[in-house]
């Protein structure tokens, strides 16, 4: 079992900052990327970014690309999500997640098999 622990995450203005993290627990040994996915009221939970936890090969969703970066340091197995450039429509629940073996970095909800509780973030106009 993995156990992942978020934090991060709050209020910012349009155009502001913040940096979600997710330190991972138990059997990372087993992780194989680890990923970000957020969900709005009202919608499915989408994909964000996701890293590969060897290599660090890195993946983003088309309206993140160029204000978010995905990171990890496996020494202390936690991955972070530095988000730059907020606007309203990035307002959602933030998870992280992780999953086991892949052929190539899990983009689909349905592969990751571990989630973090989840961090609010919140972007006003």
């Known amino acids: 079992q993995v156990q992942l622990v978020e934090s991060g995450g709050g209020l910012v203005q349009a155009g502001g900052s913040l940096r979600l993290s997710c330190a991972a627990h138990?059997?990372?040994?087993?992780?194989?990327?680890m990923g970000w996915f957020r969900q709005a009221p009202g919608k499915e939970r989408e994909f964000v970014a996701a890293i590969s936890w060897i290599g660090g090969n890195t993946y983003y969703t088309d309206s993140v690309k160029g204000r978010f970066t995905i990171s990890r340091e496996n020494a202390k197995n936690t991955v972070w999500l530095q988000m730059t450039g907020l606007k309203p429509e990035d307002t959602a629940v933030y998870y992280c997640?992780?999953?086991?073996?892949?052929?190539?970095?899990?983009?689909?909800?349905?592969?990751?098999?571990?989630w973090g509780q989840g961090a609010q973030v919140s972007v006003s106009s």
């Open positions: 138990g059997r990372t040994f087993s992780i194989y990327a």
């Open positions: 997640a992780a999953s086991g073996p892949r052929a190539g970095i899990p983009l689909n909800r349905h592969e990751y098999n571990y």
